[in-house]
């Protein structure tokens, strides 16, 4: 049964919000949360030393392994210390926020994969986006731990860009009238995590009956499922250019949307709106399979 809200937690400075983002998503689902800290392997350092087999005897060598060996386990055991902590922290201060009984896993490997391998129990993943310049001056790069666990579960994905939390007061769907879209709305309509809150459905191209005929579609289709308020909004031009400013207007909002909408040769050639929009979004981002 596909019913645990997954956190996906690693210390780093948004772990709290990420916390607290998974907690009131469980309450809001009455779903078991559970905290997941996955160890990933670091690049070794041992194999740098083969460079200097020419210039230091043999048994030297053997010895500084040995000690970089020793060193790595030593290191290994406090990283498990160290997630073992910071789930147990989770935990209370998941209880603090009213969820009781959290669940606790401490796994090695890829977070992606060890993500995946859960699947067949999971209702929403939570996890937290470290976005990083290359260099000064270059474009911000989409998290790749959050991109590669979006393409690679089945399930939805809340991705929280900031590092505070205050629960959504309204909430906004990235709209196309595609069937990704389509299927957006039909989701946000049956779940329990986003109802009672205020709905604005936009969408992004050229102003046509077309287009308002689904944007008033999608708008009856979650004023039927008890939506009490839901505001629609066409604007003129490219959603990556013309929506990260609206987002910026709510800021008290969680953006909605699907997953890679695009065929996989546009993403090639000029990339996905999933992935710019979750770059430039300064909204937590729930991400719909």
């Known amino acids: ?16 919000a990420v916390i607290d983002w998974a907690a009131w998503s469980a309450l809001r689902m009455s779903a078991p949360l559970e905290f997941l800290h996955v160890l990933e392997p670091e690049p070794t350092q041992a194999a740098g030393l083969s460079d200097y087999s020419g210039t230091i ?9 040995h000690e970089l060996s020793e060193l790595d386990a030593r290191r290994a055991k406090l990283a498990q210390e160290a997630g073992r902590r910071l789930l147990t922290a989770a935990s209370e201060r998941a209880s603090a926020a009213g969820v009781s009984g959290a669940g606790a896993l401490l796994r090695h490997g890829e977070l992606a994969e060890a993500a995946a391998e859960l699947q067949a129990d ?12 290359a260099k000064p001056g270059a474009r911000l790069h989409l998290d ?28 906004v769907i990235a709209f196309d009238g595609s069937a990704t879209a389509r299927k957006t709305v039909d989701m946000v309509r049956r779940s ?41 909004e066409l604007l003129p031009g490219e959603p990556e250019d013309v929506l990260p400013p609206l987002l910026k207007a709510h800021a008290d909002a969680l953006l909605v949307m699907g997953a ?5 040769i546009r993403q ?12 430039s979004s300064e909204l937590p981002v729930l991400v719909l399979r």
């Open 122 to 133: 999971a209702r929403l993943y939570v996890l937290g986006e470290h976005q990083r310049h």
């Open 192 to 232: 329990p995590l986003l109802a009672g809150l205020p709905a604005l459905i936009v969408m992004a191209g050229v102003d046509t009956g077309p287009a308002r005929g689904q944007l008033e579609e999608a708008r009856m289709q979650l004023s039927a499922a008890g939506f009490a308020e839901v505001q629609t």
């Open 57 to 65: 005897g043999l048994g030297a060598q053997d010895s500084l392994l």
């Open 268 to 279: 090639f050639i000029v990339g996905s709106t999933t992935t710019t929009l979750l770059r």
């Open 144 to 171: 790749h731990h959050v991109e590669r666990l979006i393409r690679v579960v089945q399930r939805p994905v809340l991705v929280v860009t900031c590092e505070g939390f205050a629960p959504p007061q309204r909430f």
């Open 260 to 264: 890679y909408g695009h065929s996989r």
């Open 1 to 16: 049964m596909t019913n645990k809200v997954y956190a996906c937690i690693d210390g780093l400075a948004n772990t709290a």
